[in-house]
């Protein structure tokens, strides 16, 4: 690698920030790195774990003489975060950050950080897990993924370079795209996903048998409701953020669950295993290619 950090702050070790971290640690690239974040415990634990060489005594201390600064907190607490820092960054400071959802992330960095639009390189990396915290960081977690950029038209070359450079430090490849595009693409394939397995878990835990019926849930729901083990908080950030794009998605499903009701109600199993069998071989290509990428 020809470039090098010198000092790079984290603000939000999770899961998504402390595995930037030690990725980026394990490639030898960044000389200090300096945490930040809202839960002690969770600091001292990054700490333990040589996620962070640091803890800073808040997120504005910490980016004085940052080149990189991650913002990895969830998408709610980003303007919070931008007010806080924008009267401490330097003009070298590059900010790049992991949310989820990249047009709220681009509207807030206008609103906030408008002296720094030159150095703010939005990212998502699109890898993660249902667990939360820097207990669940790992080193390997981006790598053979994928990371989607979506720089602004003032994003200078310098800053989009200095990002693209550390993620595939991490191991990933690097995609760029626009934000609204980003938004509506995750709305269907992430985002609607993480809101059916809430729904579906709700649904059963509310019901007043739905000790029993927990009690015979065995394989087929574990895998359906693994993303219902996912933070509350980030979810509710992220579907808020990115409400008309996933209200579409909604309206979407909520149409093809209305044509499969039709046709159990009608007996109609010959349309029932077509769909199945359209759904079985795109999903079955879509695994598939995945496994060649
Ligand atoms: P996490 O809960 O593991 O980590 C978030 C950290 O931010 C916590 O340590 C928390 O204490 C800290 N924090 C919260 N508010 C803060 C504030 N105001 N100031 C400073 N620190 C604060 O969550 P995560 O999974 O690492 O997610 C972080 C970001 O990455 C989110 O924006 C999320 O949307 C995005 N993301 C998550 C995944 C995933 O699968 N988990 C994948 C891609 C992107």
């Known amino acids: 690698m020809d470039f090098y950090i ?19 640690r394990e490639a030898g690239v960044a000389r200090e790195i300096v945490g930040a974040g809202r839960s002690a415990a969770n600091l001292e634990e990054a700490l333990r774990l040589g996620a962070i060489d640091r803890i800073a005594p808040d997120a504005a201390e910490a980016v004085r003489d940052a080149d990189l600064v991650m913002l990895a907190v969830p998408v709610g607490q980003m303007a919070a975060l931008m007010q806080q820092i924008a009267p401490c960054l330097g003009a070298h400071t590059v900010v790049t950050d992991a949310g989820s959802t990249k047009g709220d ?3 807030l960095a206008r609103r906030h950080l408008p002296q720094h639009l030159a150095s703010f390189v939005p990212g998502h990396p699109i890898a993660g897990a249902e667990k939360s915290g820097v207990g669940a960081a790992d080193a390997g977690l981006f790598r053979g993924r994928q990371t989607v950029l979506t720089p602004l038209p003032e994003t200078g070359a310098r800053a989009t370079e200095l990002v693209l450079n550390a993620w595939q430090a991490c191991g990933a490849r690097v995609a760029e795209m626009a934000p609204e595009n980003h938004d509506r693409i995750f709305a269907a394939v992430s985002h609607l996903p993480h809101l059916l397995a809430f729904a579906l878990v709700e649904d059963m835990a509310s019901r007043a048998n739905g000790e029993e019926l927990f009690s015979f849930a065995a394989g087929g729901f574990r895998d359906f409701t693994r993303i219902a083990g996912s933070s509350p908080e980030m979810w509710r950030d992220i579907f808020l953020a990115n409400r008309e794009p996933l209200l579409d998605e909604l309206d979407l499903y909520r149409a093809q669950l209305d044509r499969l009701r039709a046709m159990l109600e009608q007996g109609d199993g010959a349309a029932l295993e077509k769909v199945f069998s359209r759904a079985r071989a795109a999903r079955n290509k879509w695994i598939a290619k995945k496994n060649l990428d």
């Not at 010198?6 to 980026?24: C, D, E, M, P, T």
């Open 6 to 24: 010198n000092k790079l702050v984290i603000i939000g070790v999770g899961l998504i920030g402390g595995s930037f971290a030690l990725a980026l």
């Open 105 to 107: 992330v681009v509207a």
